[in-house]
């Protein structure tokens, strides 16, 4: 998948958004690279962030794969050998390494999700499993909730109500932490219309005052339990991300989430 801002490389590109906050520790071991980091500082960073493994317990060392390899072919290498493919020079592939690095428990339980499910539908067709396991681990956002009334109206698309009537109360009882490693790559270069697709925890008020890095930590766990019953796309709930206090700074005017193209009433079909 192509990346939004061409491949060029930006050694402080996770001190650009508020979205790369749980991941700055990890980025920050790239700071002063000139290039994009090689196999080796991969690897480095995998170890010590765990060392990370997959859903067997091996762990996870950056390689490639065959040219013709597909999606699928990713997932078994993962699963069988612990090989994480990364392609050089590739933000795609450096995002989903960030999002190993920071929930690797989660993204273990989606690799092992994506072989076991393999199957389940007629070739070519993805199962309703795979395919919500497929939107996560792309575009996922975790939403960390101390306030169910919160999650009510996330889940009912009253974005007005959540992010401009209630906005004191989801800075104080809400916590988004992003996902997905595509999301992650559009990050880099935000737009109107990034939406995301979200799982909720409801999590004690106790725990919204953790930095993002350790809240993640925290919460991987849990989250690793939820991608298990992942069963369809239905169980993620569409999150216009621009509209999150402080992730934007138009959102700071009430005007912006007046744009029904993107913070749209209800699902459709």
Request: glycine share 8%.
């Amino acid at each position: 998948m192509p990346s939004p801002t061409g491949s060029a490389w930006d050694d402080r590109f996770a001190t650009r958004s508020p979205m790369f906050e749980p991941f700055l520790p990890v980025a920050a071991r790239w700071q002063g690279h000139p290039v994009f980091p090689d196999h080796a500082a991969l690897a480095a960073a995998l170890h010590a962030s765990g060392p990370v493994v997959n859903a067997a317990g091996q762990p996870l060392v950056p390689g490639t794969l065959a040219p013709d390899g597909g999606a699928l072919a990713y997932e078994r290498s993962v699963a069988a050998e612990g090989v994480l493919a990364v392609r050089s020079d590739d933000w795609h592939d450096l995002m989903n390494l960030l999002a190993w690095c920071v929930f690797p428990r989660s993204k273990a339980r989606l690799n092992a999700g994506h072989v076991a499910a393999d199957g389940a539908a007629p070739a070519p067709r993805r199962s309703p499993r795979r395919d919500a396991l497929t939107l996560f681990d792309e575009n996922g956002l975790l939403v960390a909730s101390a306030d169910p009334s919160l999650v009510a109206l996330l889940r009912g698309f009253r974005w007005r109500e959540l992010f401009v009537e209630r906005r004191s109360e989801v800075r104080r009882s809400m916590r988004f932490l992003v996902f997905g490693h595509g999301l992650l790559d559009k990050a880099r270069a935000p737009f109107i219309g990034l939406t995301a697709h979200a799982l909720v925890l409801d999590v004690p008020e106790a725990l919204m005052g953790q930095p993002a890095p350790d809240l993640a930590a925290v919460l991987d766990r849990p989250l690793a339990g939820l991608v298990d019953t992942l069963a369809s796309p239905r169980d993620l709930a569409p999150l216009p991300v621009l509209g999150i206090p402080g992730w934007w700074p138009a959102n700071e005017d009430p005007v912006f989430y007046d744009n029904a193209r993107y913070f749209r009433p209800g699902r459709h079909g």
